[in-house]
């Protein structure tokens, strides 16, 4: 059984990947809060966005989403379209300005891994891929035992 040794690793190595993205989110003098540009990724790229899907991917309030979402549309970055298959939902999609400040995140995100796996060779990369993967997969599974089943 591991030892808190792990833990550790874990806990340092998401507390420097924050901190690399927010010095980046700094940089690129992008002012959305954390909660504004998850829900934007979330927005761009999925095409068949809804406030409830986003909630859900985020488990985040669907109230909390929207008031992020509010924000968004009023900054111009995301606009409301119509769902066809479900009136009482609607589509959300980026507008230009909205891809322009999703290219300068993604940008910012590939600085911060740049940054974090510069010593590393591809075969390390490939190996902490899958076993994140897979630590991610087990405790997705605890967290959410029905979605497991089919």
Same mark, same amino acid.
């Given at each position: 059984?591991?030892?808190?040794?792990?833990s550790? #690793?874990?806990?340092?190595?998401?507390?420097?990947?924050?901190?690399?993205?927010?010095?980046?989110?700094?940089?690129?003098?992008?002012?959305l809060?954390?909660?504004?540009?998850?829900?934007?990724?979330?927005?761009?790229?999925?095409?068949?966005?809804?406030?409830?899907?986003?909630?859900?991917?985020?488990?985040?309030?669907?109230?909390q989403?929207?008031?992020?979402?509010?924000?968004?549309?009023?900054?111009?970055?995301?606009?409301?379209?119509?769902?066809?298959?479900?009136?009482?939902?609607?589509?959300?999609?980026?507008?230009?300005?909205?891809?322009?400040?999703?290219?300068?995140?993604?940008?910012?995100?590939?600085?911060?891994?740049?940054?974090?796996?510069?010593?590393?060779?591809?075969?390390?990369?490939?190996?902490?891929?899958?076993?994140?993967?897979?630590? #991610?997969?087990? #405790?997705e599974?605890?967290?959410?035992?029905?979605?497991g089943?089919?």
């Amino acid at each position: 059984m591991p030892d808190k040794s792990l833990s550790e #690793a874990v806990h340092r190595l998401m507390h420097a990947y924050t901190h690399l993205l927010r010095e980046g989110i700094r940089k690129q003098q992008i002012e959305l809060p954390v909660t504004h540009i998850r829900v934007l990724k979330g927005v761009c790229r999925n095409r068949k966005a809804t406030a409830q899907s986003i909630a859900k991917r985020m488990q985040r309030d669907k109230a909390q989403i929207t008031r992020a979402l509010n924000d968004l549309i009023e900054a111009s970055l995301i606009v409301k379209a119509d769902n066809p298959l479900d009136r009482r939902s609607q589509f959300l999609k980026p507008t230009p300005k909205g891809r322009k400040v999703m290219a300068r995140i993604d940008a910012v995100e590939e600085w911060a891994v740049e940054q974090m796996t510069t010593k590393l060779g591809s075969d390390e990369l490939t190996l902490f891929l899958r076993v994140s993967q897979t630590m #991610a997969d087990s #405790a997705e599974q605890i967290a959410n035992p029905e979605e497991g089943e089919s």
